[in-house]
């Protein structure tokens, strides 16, 4: 009998501890399903922004890869009129143009990582100190033909087309977004 009123007394407490069971359980739940609902949307939003960027990330790498392409000294060198230029003169010249062209491009940061950049800077760079170490081994009075051939001569005489890291990067980096 007494196990029987212990139990009666004890029946609105189990209800009671049930139903916040219950209820916890319940706001547990709809937390959860409210966090997977956030996730699903961010994943769709991310997915979406992912169809529109990705265009414009490829239009980056492209231009990025003509950048590297143009600043390079086989290309350079034959884009600009040499006529009677002197050596000091074109120096100047194809610095001011590996120059431009690296400016005209400086928005592409915005869709490659910080390695390519990076790397796309020194290849500037490193091809700005070529122009310069290959003009100092020549008379400033020194013909444009005869830096042009300098330059080119020790383009040839790397290891590596100075372009080469940064082009292995970014054709690295386009692979993995496929």
Known sequence: METQILSL?????????G???VLITQRYMR?????????????????????????????????????LERISPQALIP???IGGMECRDFQL???????????????QQLYVSEEAWAQMTRT??????LIHKSASSLD?????????KRIIEQTNQQDRHPAELAILTLKKEVKALF
């Open 140 to 148: 400033p009075k020194a013909g444009a033909k005869e830096l042009a």
């Open 124 to 129: 500037k760079e490193n091809i700005i100190l």
């Open 93 to 107: 010249r194809l610095v001011q143009e590996v120059r431009a062209e690296f400016e005209h491009n400086l928005a």
């Open 9 to 17: 007394m004890l029946l609105p407490f189990s209800f009671v501890a």
């Open 19 to 21: 139903g916040v069971l």
């Open 79 to 81: 884009r600009i009129e």
């Open 31 to 67: 937390k959860d399903e409210a966090k997977r609902k956030q996730e699903d949307l961010m994943m769709e939003l991310r997915k979406q922004s992912r169809v529109h960027t990705l265009p414009l990330r490829m239009a980056a790498y492209e231009r990025c890869m003509l950048l």
